[in-house]
């Protein structure tokens, strides 16, 4: 059992994990406090901090999750997500998830088996923000010695609703099956976020080096969600 202190926790994404975290101590916070949820805004650094303290873990998943104004992207996905690596140094907090995304490489041309750690490219202003948060995760990791696992997530939602999510797709299951795994890695890692889909892009690579085993495919859901556009690249445009 680890304490940990999961940031975002009131999220979609959130939601998923928190409960399927049964095993660990979890103090879950979020900008929008709901029961068994605490305020917490992650740009507030001293608030961060007291949050840290006597914790084994931050996941980090606060922040926004889409397009939005730049400036908005940068107030809190990545002013928010150095005062998290920050509070978490000061705290002797050893290890931090990083919620990153596909869209942090999203104009990379799609392509079988790319790698985990493919050099950022982003396809928007949230992909640059989690380019950002990622490069943030590498210095703290290079100048503090944390272990920062950055996790690239395809489509985490509950099942698959679209077609290209037969080949992004991560499953709630997963999710907290890569979340466990990243809890033991050392040093620096990027992992895809994605499930064992039986059209995955994305190389395993990565993920086996931290020891995750994807065990759901979206594949299960392909008669119905049915063919259509995948998109030419990482995040999905299609030219």
Not at 51 to 60: P, R, Y
Not at 139 to 161: F, M, N, Q, S, T
Not at 165 to 187: F, I, K, N, Q
Request: aromatic share 6%; hydrophobic share 40%.
């Amino acid at each position: 059992m680890a304490v940990l202190l999961i940031t975002g926790a009131a999220g979609a994404v959130g939601g998923m994990l928190r409960d399927r975290l049964g095993g660990h101590e979890l103090r879950l916070t979020d900008p929008r406090p709901a029961e068994g949820i605490e305020a917490l805004d992650v740009t507030d650094g001293d608030a961060v901090e007291k949050a840290c303290q006597g914790v084994d873990a931050v996941v980090h998943l606060g922040g926004f999750p889409d397009e939005r104004p730049f400036d908005d992207l940068l107030e809190v996905n990545v002013r928010g997500s150095e005062r998290v690596l920050a509070a978490a140094q000061r705290a002797g907090v050893p290890r931090v998830v990083l919620a990153s995304s596909n869209h942090a490489v999203g104009r990379h041309p799609r392509c079988d088996d790319l790698a985990d750690d493919v050099m950022p490219w982003p396809d928007s202003f949230y992909g640059w923000s989690k380019t950002a948060i990622e490069s943030l995760g590498r210095l703290y990791h290079d100048r503090y010695g944390l272990h920062v696992i950055c996790l690239r997530i395809g489509a985490c939602k509950p099942e698959p609703v679209e077609p290209r999510d037969l080949c992004v797709w991560l499953s709630p299951d997963d999710l907290a099956r890569l979340v466990e795994a990243s809890l033991t890695a050392t040093g620096y890692h990027l992992v895809w976020g994605v499930s064992a889909n039986t059209r995955r892009w994305w190389s395993r690579a990565g993920g086996a080096a931290i020891g995750y085993e994807p065990r759901d495919d979206a594949e299960a859901w392909a008669a119905t969600v049915g063919d259509g556009p995948e998109g030419d690249t990482v995040g999905g445009r299609t030219s």
